[in-house]
């Protein structure tokens, strides 16, 4: 067991190595983080004398990975924002009534006139003329009710439509409303995300609290106030004739036009007439729908003034593509099949029902769908996260100080291979965090800290079986080698059962709790990968140059 094969000698230092290198940037956070903030910048922005500069303060060539600090490290905004999705039903409402007219205007001769009545903001109220045709009346207007397509709302349409006297009422089902609130706090999620990502911040955390409310922690940014008017701005969302398709990115445009990326297909770009024949702001709803054939489709709707205007163009230009452009991407370049009159129409394509709805999201990106109020609201300065870090720096040199002695002073020699192992492993856990892009907070460092308190508890196993072989007079390979065969199944059960608590961590907790979870997960890993393979391939080298004949541990 003691006579480790070549090729995973070379295979464990080899993780090391690399393990190492990818934590290394760690160590020149500031200049790193600059480097790769200008590299993004000049992909979006182009190059500048300054950028160019910051670009070239780290080599291109090593790892540029850091790990992410959190908003309790790095300061920043928080907000709890309440998404008014009541303010949705309104609206929806409030679009029907065109419809509704049309619907009613074809069953004139039965119902008489109708008029629009003022009435609840979430109910559409229509007085008709002749009360004895209001049958008729919500017959016809039932015709417009669509399927609700949610597992809930099997079975259900999208409004109910009854009569009180001479008054006919369309209001949303209860599985529309549910629906519609689902989607609304979908939409303003990924509105706010896209705004936020915008400006180029790092790992903000923008997420679902209860069944209205938007948690909103943005890391490095200066106020809660700075952080409310960033959200408050509006993304663009334009409608553009399409003039061609290219795949080169520096193609000429010419005179009026502009080349703008495709958002799915890398490598593909569209030449754009810059002036757009509609924009986002008369975009009222789009949804995820069915087209004819039962395939999965993305429905849209225009104000009046967008419904005239796209009506007009579509007409005139039957057959050619036009662009769906979102913060100056193409998200969509459907072919006009007929003229598309009456503010609504369909884009069809290789949709599945998963890409139709994220389709619907991004169209409705544009503006969010309900007011944000926000509930809470804190800055946190910088200071309190350099407090944070300080706190972090000294409980992990005195936790590091604490376990490294008690191993010297316990197991001598061996105490040293496991030190260095400890070392390794921290290193390692670094490596990963910046591997994988994860987020360090506060309870973050405390899984690292609790990690190195708990990565040489295998070595202390082993070590202890090592001395019970000692004593029964084996000799040194002997010894060590029945020290980590018997000590071996100890270690794995206890670090399953901790590594199975780190992940239920993980899935059920969130925020500061999931921090917790990914460095005390990956540190097991990372422990249980040094306790078992460095520390014994570092005894094994040593006994292959020493031969010791006797062995205290």
């Not at 890391?219 to 409608?239: M, N, R, V, W, Y």
């Not at 997960?521 to 080298?541: D, K």
Request: proline fraction near 5%; include cysteine.
């Amino acid at each position: 067991m003691l006579n480790i094969a070549l090729w995973k000698r070379v295979t464990i230092w080899a993780v090391v190595l690399i393990g190492l290198a990818l934590a290394a940037p760690n160590l020149f956070y500031e200049r790193v983080e600059r480097h790769n903030q200008a590299v993004k910048l000049i992909e979006n922005q182009g190059e500048t004398p300054d950028l160019v500069a910051q670009r070239g303060a780290w080599p291109s060539w090593l790892p540029s990975g850091i790990v992410n600090l959190g908003l309790d490290l790095r300061g920043g905004a928080h907000l709890l924002a309440e998404v008014k999705v009541d303010q949705v039903y309104a609206g929806r409402i409030d679009g029907m009534w065109t419809d509704v007219r049309d619907a009613l205007r074809e069953v004139r001769a039965e119902v008489g006139t109708i008029r629009r009545q003022d009435g609840p903001p979430d109910e559409l109220r229509i007085r008709i003329s002749q009360p004895e045709g209001m049958q008729t009346a919500i017959a016809a207007v039932r015709k417009l009710a669509r399927p609700v397509t949610s597992l809930t709302g099997v079975g259900s349409s999208d409004i109910e439509v009854r009569g009180q006297g001479d008054t006919l009422i369309v209001t949303l089902s209860e599985a529309e409303k549910l629906l519609t609130d689902t989607r609304t706090i979908k939409q303003s999620l990924e509105v706010v995300r896209r705004r936020v990502d915008e400006v180029g911040t790092r790992e903000p955390t923008i997420q679902k609290q209860g069944n209205d409310r938007i948690l909103i922690e943005v890391p490095g940014i200066g106020s809660a106030d700075e952080l409310k008017a960033l959200i408050g701005t509006t993304a663009k969302l334009t409608f553009h004739p399409v003039v061609s398709r290219t795949s080169n990115p520096n193609d000429n445009p010419g005179t009026g036009n502009v080349l703008l990326p495709d958002m799915d297909d890398e490598g593909v770009y569209y030449i754009l007439e810059r002036a757009a024949v509609v924009s986002g702001e008369d975009l009222t709803q789009a949804l995820a729908d069915q087209d004819q054939n039962g395939l999965p489709s993305v429905s849209f709707r225009f104000n009046a003034s967008g419904a005239r205007k796209f009506g007009q163009y579509t007409t005139e230009n039957v057959g050619q593509p036009f662009a769906i452009v979102l913060d100056d991407e193409v998200i969509s370049a459907p072919v006009i099949r007929e003229p598309i009159l009456g503010g609504s129409g369909q884009i069809t394509g290789t949709f599945t029902p998963e890409t139709a709805s994220q389709l619907a999201v991004l169209l409705n990106a544009g503006a969010l769908p309900a007011e944000l109020v926000f509930l809470e609201e804190r800055t946190i300065g910088p200071e309190l996260g350099a407090d944070s870090i300080e706190a972090g720096k000294i409980a992990c040199v005195v936790a590091f100080v604490a376990v490294l002695g008690f191993m010297w002073a316990s197991y001598g020699r061996f105490g040293l291979f496991a030190n260095a192992a400890l070392l390794i492993n921290v290193g390692l856990i670094f490596g990963l965090l910046s591997l994988i892009g994860a987020t360090l907070t506060l309870p973050g460092i405390a899984g690292i800290v609790l990690t190195i308190g708990m990565a040489v508890d295998a070595n202390v196993l082993v070590f202890e079986r090592i001395r019970e072989e000692l004593k029964s007079a084996r000799g040194p390979s002997r010894a060590i080698e029945l020290g980590y065969e018997r000590a071996l199944s100890a270690i794995i059960d206890a670090n399953i059962t901790t590594f199975i608590t780190a992940v239920i961590l993980y899935v059920m907790g969130a925020g500061p709790v999931r921090g917790f979870a990914v460095t005390l997960g990956l540190g097991i890993v990372t422990s249980v990968f040094t306790a078992i393979f460095v520390t014994r391939l570092m005894i094994v080298m040593w006994l292959d140059r020493r031969r010791p004949k006797t062995l205290v541990v």
